[in-house]
C-alpha cells in the first residue's frame, strides 16, 4: 500500500473503461469498499474507503489536497476465473474485494470478499487463521468509518444517509455469522446506535438474523472450518 499525499483536483472513478467523476458513484455502487481512483486521466489505485468518507465527510473541496492510501496492486481478474483460483487470491488478500473483468465491458463489478469466504468455510478451504484475519480487517475498518462519520462536520441526514451507504457496503447481515470482532463489538454497536439516534432497525435486524436457522446452519461450517 503507497500514500498518495498531494491529490489535488477532482477524484475519479473507473466505469466501462472511462474515468467518472464525483461522489455521487459512491453512493451509487455502495459495495466498492476500495473504489478505483485517478487524477486527471491517470489511474493510481484503489483507494480505501475509510480515506474516501474522510473526505467527503469534512467537506473537503475538490481544490484541498487529499491524503489517500491506495492500494496500487488491485487484481484485475477474469470474469471466467475459477473459484478455486479466487480463494487462493483471497486467502493472500482478505479483505480486498476484487474487480471482476467482463468482455463486452472491461469493469464488470466486484466478486465480494464474504462470499468466498462463505464458500471458501463451507468446502473446507479456508483455515481458521484466514477468518481471524478477515474478522480483524473488517472490524477495524469498519470501526474506523464509523468513527470518521461521527467525528465529521456534515448533516445529520447526510450521515444517516452514508451510514446506511455504509452497512450496504461491508453487507454486514451476510457477513456476520463469520465474525470475531471480540473488543471491537461492543464500540461497534455503540457507535452504530450513536449515528443512528437511537433508532435500533439495523442492528434489530442483525440480532434476528442471529436467531435464524440459516444463522446456526453457517456458525456450525465456521466451527467446523476452524476445528479443520
Given at each position: 500500500m503507497r500514500t498518495v499525499n498531494q491529490v489535488k483536483g477532482f477524484v475519479y472513478f473507473v466505469e466501462d473503461d472511462c474515468l467518472?467523476?464525483?461522489?455521487?458513484?459512491?453512493?451509487?455502487?455502495?459495495?466498492?469498499?476500495?473504489?478505483?481512483?485517478?487524477?486527471?486521466?491517470?489511474?493510481l489505485g484503489a483507494v480505501e474507503l475509510s480515506s474516501l468518507l474522510y473526505a467527503i465527510s469534512t467537506l473537503q473541496s475538490h481544490a484541498t489536497p487529499i491524503k489517500m492510501y491506495v492500494r496500487g496492486d488491485c487484481p484485475l481478474l477474469p470474469a471466467g476465473l475459477r473459484k478455486e483460483?479466487?480463494?487462493?487470491?483471497?486467502?493472500?488478500?482478505?479483505?480486498?474485494w476484487y474487480l471482476l473483468e467482463n468482455e463486452s465491458k472491461g469493469f464488470a463489478g466486484l466478486a465480494l470478499g464474504y462470499k468466498l469466504l462463505q464458500d471458501g468455510v463451507g468446502e473446507g478451504k479456508i483455515e481458521a487463521a484466514t477468518v481471524r484475519k478477515f474478522s480483524e480487517l473488517f472490524g477495524e475498518e469498519f470501526y474506523k468509518i464509523l468513527k470518521i462519520l461521527d467525528a465529521g462536520q456534515i448533516s445529520f441526514l447526510f450521515k444517516k444517509f452514508l451510514m446506511i451507504a455504509i452497512y450496504k457496503a461491508f453487507n454486514f447481515k451476510a457477513v456476520y455469522p463469520y465474525l470475531d470482532l471480540s473488543s471491537l463489538e461492543e464500540k461497534i454497536i455503540e457507535l452504530s446506535l450513536k449515528l443512528n439516534n437511537g433508532q435500533k432497525a439495523?442492528?434489530?435486524?442483525?440480532?434476528?438474523?442471529?436467531?435464524?436457522?440459516?444463522?446456526?446452519?453457517?456458525?456450525?461450517q465456521v466451527r467446523e472450518g476452524k476445528k479443520a
Open positions: 467518472k467523476t464525483g461522489f455521487n458513484y459512491l453512493i451509487r455502487y455502495p459495495q466498492l469498499i476500495y473504489p478505483l481512483v485517478g487524477y486527471k486521466g491517470r489511474l483460483k479466487l480463494l487462493e487470491v483471497f486467502v493472500r488478500e482478505p479483505f480486498l439495523e442492528l434489530a435486524k442483525i440480532a434476528g438474523f442471529k436467531r435464524s436457522a440459516l444463522y446456526q446452519q453457517l456458525k456450525g
